[in-house]
Every structure is written in structure tokens, then in C-alpha cells.
């Protein structure tokens, strides 16, 4: 009997706690990434910064993060992937020490690029590692566990960030130690950098990656833990997949002819199409968009916590469903409810009245509309693209290419993430929120064809079986 009819009674217990450790690299990558949205104004005051410096100080982190995404896949597969945590864990706790006591916006910019490669190389180690330590019957729902660790870091990040400003009156106002509050939201990622380094030293490494270093008795130890029973014809399958006379290359995603892979070209498409829809204008911007349409900065604040909510929420549902259903309904289901979000919103923005400053300014039933429009499109995207995307990267490849694969497809993630987070200010500007949403519409459509014509279904399938 094949090992893909075949499910091994696998000690459940045991893999979700190495998958939950390895899944804080996902939490760091959230809370890294949000929380300088509450201390965006507090920056370029405290260090007399024009937009476009203040600009980069978001935006920069995220060519940092393409860098280590990039480069993680190789140091992974050299060094181990518990290594390669523990490495981004010391950059994540140098980064969030520097980051607070930064002199001047260059020394700033540094300490975020440096947690960048961090939450980077987070990205790709995180579900390489679930998927290889996972059993098949249980690899979507634990792979689903870096998008809740991310949307749960990203909800503390600004729930930090509320606590701090409020409790000190401003995000450039004295808290402790009369120390500027906005330093102390960089200080609070502290305590998570160093328990992710902590708990990365405690899991054990990748069966495949010890079984492609000829390392067997220790894959065979650790298969044992994770399924129980016989492992050695585990053992035999993974080696059949896993080159072992050398290491893993970029050429290896080369076809005959040249150009890349099909199955890379649709990595990268997914990478991309998730960033296109515009998530994270709603997490990087959301108070400044929210004010932009006429709320209170309380009340922004108030909101970006509420869709933080939502994220989680509806992450859950995709943890619950993404075994049962499969990737590619739920999918499929997301870009239908994304496109006609993001429609209606921006209908709304494009056909807003304007007040003195140029900002549409949504009264009445309009500003309702929208708002339940917003969290419905995070709802939409929180159940497919946001968790599904990141379990695909981490199994549609073989295991011959996946780490070099994984790199390249989250790599590109970040360069579309940085591409929205940077061009979004001036499309506010020069066209207005309407036009900005009308070209995320256009991204959601089009990711309804992709998956249509590109996605195979991957569930139920063995990894060596890809």
C-alpha cells in the first residue's frame, strides 16, 4: 500500500507544537511590519522628516524583507532551518533595540531594513519547515498557522501601539521613564524576538533536510515523533526526492529552454496577485485612510483594531476549512467576494463629494457602506489569499527545488509589497482613493482567471508525490 492511501497515526500533539514554534516567525513578520503604522507621524516629527524620507522608513524594511526571503531558501538548506531561525531571531531583537534608540532617520531606516531581511527570511523558513514536519492529512491546517501567527502579530502590533499613545497622550509624547512613547512600540518586540529564538532551539530540525545531509537515524528519530510507527519507507520516498549530491540552486528552477518553470511562474503569480489586491494599504495606511474620509484619529485607530479582529477571525475559518474544502474552492470563492469589495469601494471613493482638502468626504448611509465594504474585503481575503497562499508555497513545489522555489516566489512577494505600499501615498494624491481601489479591483478580477486556469489542487497530496 502507497503512502498517500495509507494515513499514519501521527502524534497530533507534538506536530502543532513544533509548528506553532516555528510559526512565531510568523508572528515577529506581523508585528514587525505593523507596528510602525502608529508611529509613522511621530517619526518624521521627532526627526524633521520630509514624506519622501518618511516613505522609505516604511517602505525600505520591505526591500530588506525581498533580500532575506531571497537568501533564506540557500542558508536554510546549508546551515539547517532551526539555524536559520535563530538567525533571524537575533536580527529581529537587534532591530527592535536599534529601532527605538535611533539618533537620526538614516540610523532609523537601518535598524528597519535589518529587521526587514528578518521578517524576510521568517516568510520563507516558517512554511518550508511546516510542510516538511507536517502529516499530509494535517499540512493545510498547520500551514495556515504563519498566516493566524501573522495577522494575530500584526493585531497586537497595533493594539500595542493604541495602548502606548493613548496611555501617554501621543505618539511623540513622554511614557516611561519619560522616554517618547513611539520608541517604546519598537521596544515591545522584544520579548517575542527573543522567545522565537528560544523556542527555534528547542524544535527539532527538518526530517527532509536531515535525510538530504545523509543525516537518517536523526530523520528516522524525529518521523517517529511526528507519525509513528514504521518510518524507514518514509525515509527511502523522501531520499528518492531529495538530491543529495549537492545543494539546491537557482538553475535548478531553469527549464530546458531557458526560462523559468511553469510551476515557478506561478508561484511568483500568486506571491504577486496577493500583494496586488491591496491588503496591505489597509494595514500599513488604515488610520490615515480612515481620516482621509472624515473619521477622528481615535476612531481610526479604533477601526484598524477592529479589522485587525477580522483578519484573525476569518483566518480560523481557513484553518477549519482549507482540509476539508481544499486551496483552490477557497480561493476561487475569496477573489469573487475581493472583486466586488473592492468595487463597491471604489465606487464610493470615485463618486464621493470632496471637501476643502481634496479628500472625498463620505456622509451618511456612503461612510457605512464603505466601512462594512473595507471588513468585508478583509473578511474575503483573510479566509482564501491570506492563509492559502502561504500553504501553496509551501507544498507545490518538489522537493528538489522547494527552498530555492519558496525564495525566489516570496522574494517577489515583498518586491509587489513594497510596489503597492510605496505608490499608494502618490495615487492618493494625484487621482484620489477611487483610481487606487479601481486598480486593486482590476488585480482581484484577474486573480479569479489565475486561479481558474493555473491552480492544481493540492490537497491529500504527498510532498514527494509534487
Not at 354 to 371: E, I, K, Q, W, Y
Not at 382 to 407: D, H, Q, Y
Not at 442 to 454: D, E, K, Q, R, V
Request: net charge positive; hydrophobic share 55%; glycine share 10%.
Amino acid at each position: 500500500m502507497s503512502t498517500t492511501t495509507v494515513r499514519r497515526k501521527s502524534n497530533t500533539f507534538y506536530v502543532i507544537l513544533i509548528a506553532g514554534a516555528a510559526a512565531l516567525g510568523g508572528f515577529l513578520f506581523g508585528f514587525d511590519t505593523a507596528v510602525i503604522n502608529g508611529a509613522v507621524r511621530a517619526l518624521s516629527q521627532t526627526f524633521n522628516a520630509n514624506s519622501v524620507l518618511t516613505g522609505l522608513a516604511v517602505s525600505l524594511a520591505l526591500l530588506g524583507s525581498a533580500v532575506g526571503a531571497f537568501y533564506a531558501g540557500k542558508i536554510a538548506d546549508r546551515y539547517g532551518r532551526v539555524k536559520a531561525m535563530v538567525a533571524a531571531s537575533v536580527f529581529f531583537t537587534i532591530s527592535a533595540i536599534g529601532s527605538g534608540i535611533a539618533f537620526g532617520i538614516w540610523d532609523f531606516i537601518f535598524w528597519r531594513v535589518l529587521g526587514g531581511i528578518a521578517v524576510g527570511a521568517a516568510s520563507v523558513i516558517a512554511p518550508a519547515y511546516i510542510a516538511e514536519c507536517s502529516p499530509t492529512h494535517l499540512r493545510g491546517r498547520l500551514g495556515s498557522l504563519q498566516q493566524l501567527a501573522i495577522v494575530i502579530g500584526i493585531f497586537i502590533a497595533l493594539i500595542c501601539n493604541y495602548f502606548i499613545a493613548v496611555s501617554a497622550g501621543s505618539a511623540e509624547s513622554p511614557f516611561l521613564f519619560g522616554i517618547a512613547a513611539w520608541r517604546w512600540m519598537f521596544w515591545t518586540e522584544i520579548p517575542p524576538a527573543v522567545l522565537y529564538g528560544m523556542a527555534a532551539l528547542m524544535i527539532p530540525e527538518s526530517p527532509r533536510y536531515l535525510v538530504a545531509q545523509g543525516r537518517e537515524p536523526e530523520a528516522a528519530n524525529v518521523l517517529t515523533k511526528i507519525l509513528g510507527g514504521n518510518v524507514l519507507p518514509k525515509i527511502e520516498e523522501i531520499r528518492q526526492t531529495v538530491l543529495r549530491e549537492r545543494e539546491p540552486r537557482l538553475s535548478d528552477l531553469l527549464s530546458r529552454s531557458g526560462g523559468l518553470l511553469p510551476i515557478v511562474w506561478i508561484g511568483i503569480g500568486l506571491s504577486v496577485l496577493q500583494q496586488f489586491v491591496g491588503i496591505n494599504v489597509i494595514f500599513y495606511y488604515s488610520s490615515v485612510l480612515w481620516r482621509a474620509v472624515g473619521f477622528s484619529e481615535k476612531d481610526s485607530l479604533s477601526i484598524t483594531v477592529i479589522t485587525g479582529a477580522v483578519n484573525i477571525i476569518t483566518t480560523l475559518i481557513a484553518i477549519a476549512f482549507v482540509d476539508k474544502f481544499g486551496r483552490k474552492p477557497l480561493l476561487i470563492l475569496g477573489s469573487i467576494g475581493m472583486t466586488f469589495t473592492l468595487g463597491t469601494m471604489a465606487y464610493l471613493f470615485g463618486n464621493a463629494p470632496l471637501d476643502a482638502a481634496g479628500n472625498p468626504n463620505l456622509t451618511g448611509s456612503a461612510g457605512t457602506v464603505a466601512l462594512i465594504a473595507a471588513n468585508l474585503y478583509v473578511f474575503c481575503f483573510g479566509f482564501s489569499w491570506g492563509p492559502v497562499v502561504w500553504v501553496l508555497l509551501g507544498e507545490m513545489f518538489n522537493n528538489k527545488i522547494r527552498a530555492a522555489a519558496l525564495s525566489v516566489a516570496a522574494a517577489m512577494q515583498w518586491i509587489a509589497n513594497f510596489l503597492i505600499s510605496t505608490t499608494f501615498p502618490p495615487i492618493l494624491q494625484y487621482f484620489g482613493l477611487g483610481s487606487a481601489y479601481g486598480l486593486y479591483t482590476i488585480a482581484a478580477a484577474t486573480s479569479f482567471f489565475f486561479i481558474l486556469f493555473f491552480i492544481k489542487e493540492t490537497n491529500g497530496i504527498e510532498l514527494e508525490d509534487m
